[in-house]
C-alpha cells in the first residue's frame, strides 16, 4: 500500500513548477523531503493534497491504487490524507471550537508537551502568535491522526522546539498508523526519517536514505548559488 506520485507537473501561469515527478511513498514509513526554498516542496504537497489552486496538475497520483486526480481537498482528507502547513492562518475561530472535548485529557498532555497555555483554548486563533497556531494544528494532527500526514516545515515559528520533541510526536503518529511525509531544512528532523528524496527545480533529484540525501545536500545545496539549475539529476 502506497501514495504514489506518477509523471506529475505542473504549470502556475506558464511558468512550470514541477517537473514530471515521480515517486512513492511506502505505507508505515516517515518519508523526508529536501530542498532549498522555492524548489516547488510545498507546491507537491498542496498537489498532493488537491488544493483548489493545485488542481489543474498533470500526471497521476493514486492513494492504495485509487486515482485521487478527480478529488478534491474535503474528498482527499475523507480517504486519509492530512498537512500541518508551515504557517496556519489567523482566521477568527475560537481555538475550544475548533476540539472535540471527548479528547479533553489528551488535550491538555499534549499542550502542556508543547508548551501551550491553558488560556490559549478561550482565545481566537487570529489573536495567538503564529508559534501557538502552529502547535494548536499539530495538537489536531496527534488527536486524529490521517492515514498519510504531511507536515511542512515541522520547526517553522517553532524555534524554542527541541529535536526530541519532533521526533516524539512522529513515533507517536506511527504508532497511530501514519505515514508520514515530512519537509524539512533541518538536519537532524531528516535523519528521523526512512527514506529521504532532493527536490530542485520541481524535480526529484536525488533519492536514498535520510544519511545520504543530506550529505548530498549539504555537499551541493548549502553552498548552491544557482537554485532551481541543478547539476546532476538521478533517474
Same mark, same amino acid.
Given at each position: 500500500?502506497?501514495?504514489?506520485? #506518477? ?13 514530471? !515527478? ?28 488537491? %488544493?483548489?489552486? @493545485? ?5 497521476? !497520483?493514486?492513494? $492504495? ?9 474535503? +474528498? ?7 498537512? /500541518?502547513?508551515?504557517? !496556519?492562518?489567523? /482566521? ?7 476540539? $472535540? %472535548?471527548?479528547?479533553?485529557? $489528551?488535550?491538555?498532555? %499534549? ?15 487570529? #489573536? ?19 492515514? @498519510?500526514?504531511?507536515?511542512? +516545515?515541522?520547526?517553522? $515559528? ?6 526530541? *520533541?519532533?521526533?516524539?510526536? *512522529? ?33 526529484? /533529484?536525488?533519492?536514498?536514505?535520510? #544519511?545520504? /540525501?543530506?550529505? @548530498? @545536500?549539504?555537499? !551541493? ?15
Amino acid at each position: 500500500m502506497a501514495l504514489v506520485l #506518477e509523471n506529475v507537473n505542473l504549470y502556475v501561469e506558464g511558468k512550470r513548477i514541477l517537473n514530471g !515527478i515521480s515517486h512513492r511513498f511506502d505505507e508505515g514509513k516517515i518519508h523526508i523531503i529536501l530542498g532549498n526554498n522555492g524548489v516547488g516542496k510545498t507546491s507537491l504537497a498542496k498537489v498532493i493534497m488537491g %488544493f483548489e489552486e @493545485y488542481r489543474g496538475y498533470e500526471g497521476n !497520483i493514486r492513494l $492504495d491504487g485509487v486515482s485521487l486526480d478527480s478529488l478534491g481537498l474535503a +474528498e482527499r482528507v475523507e480517504k486519509g490524507l492530512s498537512m /500541518v502547513p508551515q504557517h !496556519i492562518p489567523p /482566521v477568527p475561530v475560537v481555538v475550544r471550537d475548533i476540539f $472535540d %472535548f471527548e479528547s479533553a485529557g $489528551d488535550i491538555g498532555q %499534549f499542550m502542556k508537551k508543547l508548551g501551550l497555555r491553558k488560556k490559549a483554548m478561550n482565545m481566537r486563533l487570529d #489573536e495567538l502568535m503564529p508559534g501557538d497556531r502552529k502547535r494548536l494544528d499539530m495538537i489536531l494532527t496527534m488527536l486524529k491522526p490521517r492515514k @498519510y500526514v504531511i507536515i511542512d +516545515e515541522p520547526d517553522q $515559528d517553532l524555534d524554542t522546539m527541541s529535536a526530541d *520533541f519532533f521526533r516524539e510526536m *512522529f513515533d507517536f503518529l506511527r504508532a497511530k498508523g501514519c505515514t508520514l511525509i515530512v519537509i524539512t531544512h533541518r538536519e537532524e528532523i531528516a535523519l528521523m526519517g526512512d527514506e529521504a528524496g532532493l527536490m530542485c527545480a520541481g524535480m526529484m /533529484v536525488r533519492k536514498g536514505t535520510p #544519511e545520504e /540525501v543530506c550529505a @548530498y @545536500y549539504k555537499m !551541493i545545496c548549502d553552498i548552491c548559488d544557482h537554485i532551481n539549475e541543478p547539476e546532476e539529476v538521478e533517474g
